[in-house]
């Protein structure tokens, strides 16, 4: 690709969620600024830290530039053809000894998500095992259950047009600053703001009503508000007469969560729970924006149910101002899911049929046990693509011995992270803004919108797209007859064909094409799409699989309550995870000008709380759970509950998830307690 000597592109930041406009100034083919779009009506020109911070991740000294072979403790450069031959042969060798099922591809978090998952899963599925696994194992799957098995979509807040926005479990102030910034003109405008979290957020010092909740207890919060709102009458009586089904049943439940009770369980005081659950149940529309920190714990999908029929009752789905519900474009499904899937059972199916329902793919937290113990059958290969489970998934110490005993492992990234470490290959993976993408911003409110992103650099050196390889290594395998696309673009033809649009098409509208518009009460014209057509408050299915047919509150594994032997010895609650709006999980940590801004992990932790074990601000100290310690340097501050510790993962000098447990899960999920567990600290 060539370029005049000064150019100025517009694209999109695709470093997080938010999709930030930014303007690039290219000279000679390299990029001399990154500033931000003030012509992009979501983010008017704003830039975060990591946006601002581009060029150094572009040009970082460190990224990979060509596959590597690990050979003892030295990476050996090799071609990208003996690279594909390698894996060739080694997944074929596998698959003859062991069956398909004994390789497993595990997708993470990174851009890679939107147009390469379906690609990795058709390839899934044309080799035969049925072990796909992605970061949708610890995020977002949980919350998508819990909400279809209620009303059958996933909502999108309305927060532009609402009068209440309840914000539970998030942070978007450092997970999705657009967010964040829409969530305070709402508010400008005289929306009220409600936050349920554990630490004071910028948007919770903010907000008309804060309830500090006992990590884990959100469910048990959930009906104390369904309490009032049904004592009091608040709710919708005509919906909940024409579209729930079960509702006699929910009364009789939350009858045994009264606020005054329900106080000394979350430790919200009883007077704030019914205050906001007056608010929230007098004001409409009213929007609730269910955050990740409700999915880590082991009453996860029926807490997140108890959330879902609050805003059902109420009247506010799929109304302006509520909950919506938003369709992703109908693209032609590339997966071979329904032709071509495998009939083995993958990971975690036994353990969490129901998820195995909703997702169709491995439960990667039940990953690392499996390859242990070879059970339910041996696994032998993986490849990693886009994702760092050596920070990321829970209990660190089973993952890595986990990944430490395949016979190969193969990770795709732009960095040599803790989990290429354990790599027999590592693969060079690009940017961004080194290929082509298709966007999908269907979920960001009343539009729905599809854009083409083009590849505004070539790509560094010998890397590839996560599409060139997935596409090349099908070839090397014999698949040409399923892998036939020449370029992303032919892939994206294909997928656009429903659209009826062509890429070219697509490429002539730098704002996208919206491709549907919004209608409100969608399901007055067919219903809701759950088994009975209703809002289902009871829901047969639950019962079906074992669990119980209503939002029932469970206290986590590891709790005060649950366990009081345990806390004896472990008195603090420990929630981990928290966003750094400088990182992505664990990303960056090797860009000067973030790591300059957050240089160190931190445990937060309430003065009062480290008084009681002597502990001053930035003193290192020890922290341990039933599962493992680290040491951490503490900070001292007022914005996080006393006797809880929150430490943000990522970090590899203190890795949160050495403390973090595989074992005790959701049963209906198969998430894992990252942000409710026990443990104590002391003076290192
Ligand atoms: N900068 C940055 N942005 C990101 C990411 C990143 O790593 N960095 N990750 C992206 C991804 S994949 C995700 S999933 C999202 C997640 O983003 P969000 O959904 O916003 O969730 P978190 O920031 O993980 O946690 C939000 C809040 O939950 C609180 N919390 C902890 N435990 C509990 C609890 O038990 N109950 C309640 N009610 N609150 C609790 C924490 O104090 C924290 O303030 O962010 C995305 N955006
Ligand atoms: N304790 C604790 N653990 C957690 C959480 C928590 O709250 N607490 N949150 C969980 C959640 S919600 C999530 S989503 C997961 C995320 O878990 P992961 O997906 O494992 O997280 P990342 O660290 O973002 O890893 C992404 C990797 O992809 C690389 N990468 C970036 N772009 C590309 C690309 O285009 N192609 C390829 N091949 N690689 C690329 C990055 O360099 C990085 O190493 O973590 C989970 N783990
Ligand atoms: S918030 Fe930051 S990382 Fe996210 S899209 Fe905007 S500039 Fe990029
Ligand atoms: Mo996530």
Redesign the pocket.
Known sequence: MRFSTIEKVNTACRL???RCGIILHLENGKIVKVEGDSDDSKSQGYL?P?GRAIMELLYAPDRLKYPMRREGNTWKRISWDEALKVIAQKLKEIKEKYRAEAVVIHMG?AGVAQDIRPLIQRFCNVFGTPNFSS?GS???LARVMGNVLTYGYFPVPDINNTKCIV??????T????LMARRILESQKRGAKLIV????L?PL?KKADFH?M??????GA?ALSILNVIISERLYDEEFVEEWTIGFDKLVELVAKYPPTRIAEMTWVPANIIKEAAFVYGTIKPACI?????????TTAVQSIRAISILQAIMGNLDVPGGALWTRFAPLSDITLGKERCSKVDPVGAVEHPLFNEFAKQAQANLLPEAILTEKPYPIKAMIVSGANPALTFPNTQKTKEALNKLDFLVVMDLFITETAKLAHIVLPAVTFLERTEICDYGRFGTVSRLTFHNKVLPELEESWSDWKFWTELAKKMGYREFFPWNNIEDTFNFQLKPLGISVEQLKKEPSGIIYGNKEYRNYEKDGFKTPSGKVEIYSEKMKKYGFDPLPVYKESDESPVSRPDLAEKYPLIL???????????S?FRNVPSLHQRVPEPRMEIHPETAKGFGIRDGEEVTVESLHGSIKVKAKLTES?LHG?V?IS??WSEANANILTDDEARDPISGFPPL??LLCRVRKK
Do not use: M
């Not at 914000?167 to 978007?172: D, I, M």
């Not at 450092?174 to 600053?177: E, K, L, V």
């Not at 349920?196 to 630490?199: A, F, L, Q, S, V």
């Not at 929630?575 to 999980?585: C, N, P």
């Open positions: 997080c969620f938010a975060c990591k978090q970061s610890q995020c977002h914000v539970w479990g998030s942070n978007p450092s997970s999705n600053p349920i979290d554990p630490r957020t919770a309830l909740v006992r990590p884990g207890t959100d919060l924006i269910q955050g990740n920190a409700l999915e880590h714990n929630t981990s995870g928290a966003r750094i709006l400088e990182y992505v999980h990303r996080i809880v929150q993962h990522g942000r409710s």
